[in-house]
């Protein structure tokens, strides 16, 4: 027979368990060690003094533990598309992407959790393709501005869901606090990295005189978005824009028989 002492331990932290007068002994000391207990069970990790079990398959469990996320934030992007954030319940989600509800709360903690990493998710998705659109050789600035911003309109079915799926998250964001700390990101990487263009095209004497860069990217970023949300509800048409859109570049990078020496 056990000591009473060792089995009056909890099995997580050690410490000391009140030995009950009636009913069922305490495993453990509170409810933090037996949701610690259970995660362990979970992720099939041993507990203190337990000897080691046998991992299966780490890398394979790794790729289709990706898989599964990926395929949850994939439904998680059509509804958005399609009915906004707000139809994006997690049961919908989770018949959307062909699992159970205990999956994607298996994946995704919550709610929020589940809107960010998808959210990162589609950043990588089209920064992937945005890389491989622009060609790796591009030099002049005016001609990589030009290429940058033209991921911004709606071109193929792919850029026209992602537009979709951003403006979901804008709008949810305007009333979720939490979410909008995330989505709205104060840094604004690609208001700097247009900016970074035109100081390039700057130095080399190719921009207009009295430009400032920062102030330009600003405008040129909002005003495709605003540009591609348009074509997206068919107010204006594709040639209509490329033409607004060449006509602020040129306004920047104006022919060089006018570009200042």
Excluded at 126 to 139: F, H, K, Q, W
């Amino acid at each position: 027979m056990r000591d009473e002492k060792e089995q009056a331990v909890c099995p997580i932290c050690g410490t000391r368990l009140v030995l009950a007068k009636r009913g069922r002994p305490a495993v453990y000391c509170s409810r933090s060690c037996q949701a610690r207990a259970y995660r362990r069970r979970k992720q099939h990790l041993p507990s203190p003094g337990a000897p080691p079990a046998p991992v299966p398959a780490p890398a394979r469990a790794s790729g289709t533990r990706e898989r599964q996320r990926r395929r949850i934030a994939e439904a998680l992007w059509h509804i958005a598309a399609e009915h906004g954030l707000h139809a994006a319940s997690m049961r919908r989600i989770a018949d959307g992407a062909g699992v159970s509800l205990r999956v994607v709360q298996y994946h995704f903690d919550s709610k929020h959790a589940l809107l960010v990493d998808a959210l990162r998710l589609l950043h990588e998705e089209n920064e992937r393709l945005a890389r491989a659109r622009v060609p790796a050789d591009t030099t002049d600035p005016r001609a990589l501005l030009r290429a940058v911003l033209l991921e911004f309109l709606p071109l193929d079915e792919q850029r026209a869901h992602a537009l979709k799926v951003f403006a979901a998250y804008y709008a949810r964001s305007l009333t979720d606090p939490a979410l909008a700390a995330v989505f709205l990101t104060a840094d604004q990487p690609l208001e700097r990295f247009v900016a970074d263009i035109v100081e390039t095209g700057r130095a080399a004497g190719m921009t207009a005189q009295g430009l400032d860069p920062q102030h330009e990217a600003d405008l040129l970023v909002s005003g495709v978005t605003g540009l591609g949300l348009d074509v997206v509800h068919e107010r204006r048409s594709l040639a209509d824009v490329r033409a607004v859109l060449d006509y602020h570049i040129t306004r920047v990078f104006p022919p060089r028989s006018v570009a200042p020496a």
